[in-house]
């Protein structure tokens, strides 16, 4: 079992910047791919951004525009989720997951392991 634990939501104004983060415990040497979700009102759950484990590479949805950074500390199993410029279509329940298999990052069914999410608003 894994455990994940988000922080770092919050309420900002339009343009401001948050960074979230999520640690990982429990059976971290099964995690494959760790990977930022998010959930806007109206919407599916979508893929954010992702890294794989092993390999060190990362993947970002189309929609972030380069205002969404992934980063992560191995030695404190931690990843992180920096984002600039919010606007309020950004609002939503942000989710860390983790996927013990490799597999399409994005997919959401694909994943094992699941935080409790963190809220982020974003006011005009």
């Known amino acids: 079992q894994v455990q994940l634990t988000e922080s770092g939501g919050g309420s900002v104004q339009a343009g401001g910047s948050l960074k979230l983060s999520c640690t990982a415990s429990g059976n971290i040497y099964d995690i494959q791919i760790m990977t930022w979700f998010r959930q806007v009102p109206g919407k599916e759950r979508e893929g954010v951004a992702g890294f794989n484990i092993f390999g060190d590479e990362t993947h970002y949805a189309d929609f972030v525009q380069d205002r969404f950074t992934i980063s992560r500390d191995y030695d404190k199993m931690a990843v992180y989720l920096e984002i600039r410029s919010l606007r309020p279509d950004d609002t939503g329940v942000y989710y860390c997951?983790?996927?013990?298999?490799?597999?399409?990052?994005?997919?959401?069914?694909?994943?094992?392991?699941w935080g409790q999410g963190t809220q982020v608003t974003v006011s005009s």
């Open positions: 997951a983790a996927l013990n298999r490799y597999g399409r990052w994005d997919l959401a069914s694909l994943y094992t392991y």
